[in-house]
């Protein structure tokens, strides 16, 4: 089973920048989609963004823009680079794996908090 670490969550101002990782402990086989989640207090969890095996990534309307995901296959870490921050993106932010998005690995989460 693989095991998933997410770190780089923190306090910053609206509009600073963040960049999350999430390492994966054990081999991620070929062709699992990764990801990141959200979830704020109160919140359902929600999907944040997603990276394909071939490097086809997505990213929902409230983040597009702002937020890129990349990988580096080599050390298994996967990088979430969140620029113009705004309070609406504090959440415990999650790191997702598997052979879908419904079926995978959860890491612990990281705490994301933007405000003044």
């Known amino acids: 089973q693989v095991r998933l670490v997410e770190s780089g969550g923190g306090l910053v101002q609206p509009g600073g920048s963040l960049r999350l990782s999430c390492v994966a402990y054990?081999?991620?086989?070929?062709?699992?989609?990764m990801g990141w989640y959200r979830q704020a207090p109160g919140n359902r969890r929600e999907l944040v963004a997603t990276i394909t095996s071939d490097d086809n990534t997505y990213y929902p309307d409230s983040v597009k823009g702002r937020f890129t995901l990349s990988r580096v296959n080599a050390n298994n870490t996967l990088y979430l680079q969140m620029n113009n921050l705004k309070p609406e993106d504090t959440a415990v932010y999650y790191c997702?794996?598997?052979?879908?998005?419904?079926?995978?690995?959860w890491g612990q989460g990281t705490q994301v908090t933007v405000s003044s």
């Open positions: 054990g081999t991620i086989p070929a062709g699992y989609i």
């Open positions: 997702r794996g598997g052979p879908t998005l419904a079926a995978g690995s």
